[in-house]
């Protein structure tokens, strides 16, 4: 599953694409033919994501929300002519007179209001790759780990809690602030959880300009190969980075966690 950097730099790409003029949306598939038709002919006035979601937001006041989920993926093209012809369930198609963008298997992919697109945005909790006006999503963040027992292992993979974190990026920002994962989010303090929140900042701002979840701060402009980009995160019996201590794996809520025992006591 994309985590929340590839989300932005996807919603930027569908900006310098397709943003500013009129834009043809159909459903070769045809499971998504009455929302395509809803939107096709309208202008993309912006793409943004917030998190795991992306929002494609038309002239006539409707939005288009995508997440992709486990299976969903884009695919762009540019053209001068003829479109090709779709191939493989394409939910949604994009497409101007240059530019095509193909969307197959997304969880969600559907046509909301602008009340609809506010009831989303208060239910999901704040990224760290949008503005953060007087410290507010800080707090935001803040306010709804603490008040909760549940692990912090667990809190950082929901959405409602803090978007755009996957299970790469939750393994390595609690190895990088030497937390268990088992700890409580209410056990954190305010500390504790600014540091993670900063660091989420951090990283996320290096995946969307290098395109790579490298979480290893001497390799953020070495183009790392995949094998050395993190400290955790499927190295499982490998000796850690830090301590020798072999990392650990298990399964929490039916995810894989690596983390470090030492490191992380």
């Known amino acids: 599953m994309p985590e929340g950097h590839t989300v932005h730099r996807t919603a930027t790409q569908f900006n310098e694409l397709f943003a500013g003029e009129p834009i043809t949306v ?11 038709k809803s939107v096709s002919g309208q202008t993309l006035v912006n793409a943004r994501a917030i998190g795991k979601q992306m929002f494609l937001e038309f002239n006539n006041d409707l939005t288009l929300r995508i997440h992709l989920g486990i299976y969903g993926k884009w695919s762009f093209t540019s053209h001068s002519g003829e479109l090709p012809e779709a191939t493989g369930q394409v939910r949604a198609r994009f497409s101007n007179p240059h530019a095509l963008a193909d969307l197959r298997g997304p969880t ?3 046509v909301i209001n602008r009340h609809e697109v506010a009831a989303v945005e208060q239910r999901l909790g704040p990224d760290p790759l949008n503005p953060n006006p007087r410290g ?12 909760s027992k549940t692990p912090i292992g667990l ?25 268990s994962p088992h700890t409580a989010g209410s056990a954190l303090s305010v500390e504790q959880l600014t540091q993670l929140w900063n660091d989420s900042v951090k990283l996320l701002r290096v995946g ?6 490298i979480t290893r701060d001497e390799l953020f402009t070495k183009g790392p190969s995949k094998e050395d980009r993190n400290f955790v995160y499927k190295r499982e019996g490998l000796p850690c980075r830090n301590c020798g201590t ?4 298990e399964i929490m809520a039916a995810r894989k966690l690596y983390w470090c025992v030492s490191c992380q006591a």
């Open 26 to 36: 159909e459903s070769p598939q045809g499971r998504f033919a009455a929302g395509a």
């Open 108 to 110: 969600v992919c559907e």
């Open 136 to 147: 507010k999503e800080l707090e935001r963040f803040i306010q709804r780990v603490s008040k």
């Open 155 to 179: 809190a950082l993979m929901n959405q409602d809690v803090i978007s755009g974190i996957g299970n790469v990026y939750r393994a390595e920002i609690l190895f990088r602030a030497g937390i």
């Open 208 to 213: 969307v300009k290098t395109g790579f979840m």
């Open 246 to 249: 072999n990392i650990s794996l």
